[in-house]
């Protein structure tokens, strides 16, 4: 047989196993036999729709929120799925059993295990919990429609069709009262009274005043400027004549560059740096439960509402893009209509008799 030129053609295994050019074809996702040809384009796990989320939208602070719940709650359990594969009930499973395990809590950043503790059997325990759920399935179902918006998914109906637990996110809200707020500041090491001292008169959350620096006190308007905000955007606070005293005090004769608030070591707040000086202080101070940062910031805007301040105007002062979660959390502490009418109209009937106990601070007056 004479030579022709032609290179003998392969076997018909190795054309199907070699594909065009000679590349070897990939074999379809685990999971997806079965589905349309059209489905299998651009097929994606739920790892993948995760990772597709671009940071360069959202402030770093969310960011990292974010890839937190990711790593520890979704991950784990879905990431290895394709999305054309997840069911509503394998999303409802894994939504239960995240109200169901153990609370995580801080570990060393050379732990491999993911550290726990067990949840109280109590209903204010299970309503974190599940409260804590909620936010992971919120972040979940936005990455998914992403997904399903950019084409990597044929149909967002498994998870449109899971639900959050209902009743589950209106915690009863915690405050201090003017006596209490006294003497925490006095209870607390000197570096650390400014910043509980700064977080009652502003409202600021603790990383906004860790990042605050003396060119952000504004002399002439008597306002702070919140440059790194939970929501993204620039805000400016308000501060009293009590506020404009410190500030004015704490920023005097600095550079404009340099934080406000240092520890007494002149290093800088870490993230994790305000809860131990704050228990300890709420030891000295004997206020039980100990408070959090996050209870600072209540104070302020619960004393707020309760002298009448328009919810519009609270909500600008914390940053609240609207005024739903302001109405949520403080509009019950608001002098109302209802309330003055009903205690000016209703007669005093005489039945309460003559208190055997009287309150330290009304005695006190």
């Not at 918006?149 to 109906?157: I, P």
């Amino acid at each position: 047989m004479g030579w022709s030129g032609r290179a003998p053609a392969p076997p018909v295994s190795e054309t199907r196993a070699g594909g065009r050019g000679g590349r070897a074809c990939r074999p379809p996702p685990p999971g997806s036999r079965g589905l349309p040809r059209r489905a299998r384009r651009g097929f994606a796990t739920a790892k993948r729709a995760v990772g597709g989320r671009d940071a360069a939208e959202k402030p770093a602070r969310l960011v990292r929120d974010a890839r937190y719940i990711f790593e520890n709650s979704v991950l784990p359990e879905l990431g290895h799925l394709l999305i054309e594969t997840l069911t509503t009930d394998r999303l409802v499973r894994w939504r239960n059993a995240l109200a169901a395990r153990p609370m995580g809590v801080r570990k060393k950043r050379t732990a491999s295990i993911r550290a726990t503790r067990a949840v109280a059997d109590t209903d204010e325990a299970r309503r974190k919990r599940k409260a804590t759920a909620n936010r992971s399935l919120t972040m979940l179902k936005a990455a998914l429609n992403r997904a399903f918006h950019g084409g990597r998914a044929v149909s967002d109906t498994a998870w449109r069709k899971v639900k959050p637990f209902a009743r589950v996110e209106k915690p009863v809200i915690r405050y201090l009262s003017a006596d209490e707020a006294r003497r925490l500041v006095n209870a607390c090491p000197q570096d650390f009274r400014r910043m509980v001292q700064a977080a009652l008169l502003t409202g600021c959350r603790y990383s906004e005043l860790t990042n605050l620096r003396c060119a952000d006190f504004n002399t002439d308007s008597d306002t702070l400027t919140i440059r790194q905000a939970k929501a993204g955007k620039p805000r400016h606070v308000v501060l009293t004549s009590e506020g404009r005293t410190l500030f004015t005090g704490w920023t005097a004769g600095r550079p404009a560059d340099t934080h406000i608030f240092l520890r007494d070591d002149g290093q800088s707040w870490g993230r994790s740096h305000q809860q131990r000086p704050l228990t300890d202080a709420s030891e000295i101070a004997k206020i039980s439960p100990p408070v959090n940062f996050h209870v600072l910031r209540h104070t302020h805007a619960s004393h707020l509402a309760m002298k009448g301040v328009g919810l519009g105007v609270i909500a600008a002062q914390l940053g609240h893009a609207d005024t739903r979660m302001t109405e949520k959390h403080y509009a019950h502490l608001a002098p109302s209509y209802v309330a003055d009418t009903i205690r000016a109209h209703f007669p005093t009937l005489g039945i309460a008799g003559d208190p055997a106990v009287t309150s330290i601070s009304r005695r006190n007056k």
